[in-house]
């Protein structure tokens, strides 16, 4: 597919003012290069998929979920498809994200050094 997805724009433009409170928190940590300079932007577009946290300059993709993501044979395919297409995935839920924020940013961290 080549060009702008309209419809993928707007779906997510809509999900960054419905953020869930782990993305908010999550994103009030890592927006405005906090994590080693790295710029990151939230509900990308990429492939079809709406990822909620992008590093492009690093192909890093960090995904928040909530439990109707357990063990979902969509997102391995989703996981699947970035990772062939060099994108690094990092997935952490919600109760993570919310009751160790200093750990994810650890592994996030972590990651973009490599």
């Avoid at 993928?8 to 419905?18: E, F, H, K, P, S």
């Avoid at 300079?37 to 890093?60: M, N, S, T």
């Avoid at 994810?104 to 490599?114: G, H, P, R, Y």
Wanted: charged content about 30%; overall charge positive; hydrophobic content about 40%.
């Amino acid at each position: 597919m080549r060009g702008r997805n309209e419809k993928a724009i707007r779906i997510a433009r809509r999900l960054r003012v419905n953020q869930t409170d782990a993305e908010t928190v999550l994103w009030n940590r890592i927006r405005n290069r906090q994590i080693d300079g790295h710029k990151f932007a939230r509900q990308v577009p990429i492939l079809g998929y709406i990822c909620d946290f992008v590093c492009r300059e690093l192909r890093v993709v960090v995904e928040v979920d909530g439990g109707q993501h357990n063990e979902s044979a969509a997102d391995a395919i989703r996981d699947r498809r970035l990772t062939e297409e060099g994108y690094r995935v990092l997935r952490f839920w919600n109760n993570e994200v919310l009751g160790n924020i200093e750990g994810v940013l650890m592994v996030i961290q972590a990651e973009l050094s490599k």
